[in-house]
């Protein structure tokens, strides 16, 4: 008897089975998601939140599959896209001060021919460098980067400062940091006097 019930599980089982795979078409590729999704370390976005034109503007930068789309409706074909220069300007504010300084931003002038072939430039800018260097990531398959050349330096990404040609993100951090210590003599001047 408990071998007669074992025997219909197992045939019942293999008819189930059976019916299952005969439902599936074994000719069609099957379709299976081999990534970690949002768990993936290089799952950069194709969509930003970016300003664009000044600091505040908001808007959001699409990646699509040919086109660049900005606030889901003007767009610039790749094709059209001529190159883009890359600027980081870093902080003037000093410790605890949130008004009247230049908060860190990352600017990205992308030059592209419009559609009457005349020649284009769209601001993009950033607050977070995450976003700015995951953005420069697309951006670089999509166009040329030039570098913004001080006249005064023989070598692109170099600029001038107190006489000397060196790294234009450390001369941007050299002159923050004048700026907060020129706050904070000014604030200490203003100490003395009371």
């Not at 970690?36 to 664009?52: E, Y």
């Not at 260097?133 to 070598?155: G, H, L, Q, S, T």
Request: hydrophobic residues 35%; charged residues 25%; positive net charge.
């Amino acid at each position: 008897m408990k071998i007669l019930r074992q025997m219909r599980f197992f045939i019942f089982s293999f008819l189930a089975a059976l019916a299952t795979v005969s439902s599936i078409d074994l000719t069609q590729p099957v379709k299976i998601k081999a990534d970690f999704g949002p768990a993936d370390t290089n799952n950069n976005s194709k969509r930003f939140d970016a300003w664009c034109g000044e600091r505040g503007d908001n808007c959001t930068v699409e990646f699509a599959a040919d086109r660049i789309i900005i606030n889901g409706t003007n767009s610039v074909k790749f094709n059209k896209i001529k190159s883009f220069t890359y600027e980081e300007i870093a902080s003037t504010c000093s410790t605890g001060q949130i008004f009247f300084c230049q908060k860190n931003q990352y600017e990205f002038l992308i030059s592209y021919a419009r559609k009457d072939q005349s020649k284009g430039e769209g601001l993009i800018l950033f607050g977070k460098e995450k976003d700015a260097m995951n953005f420069m990531k697309i951006i670089e398959n999509v166009a040329v980067r030039e570098y913004i050349v001080d006249p005064r330096c023989e070598i692109p990404g170099q600029a001038y400062y107190k006489g000397d040609c060196m790294d234009k993100t450390h001369v941007n951090n050299l002159k923050a940091n004048d700026i907060k210590q020129s706050r904070q003599n000014f604030a200490d001047n203003l100490m003395q006097f009371r």
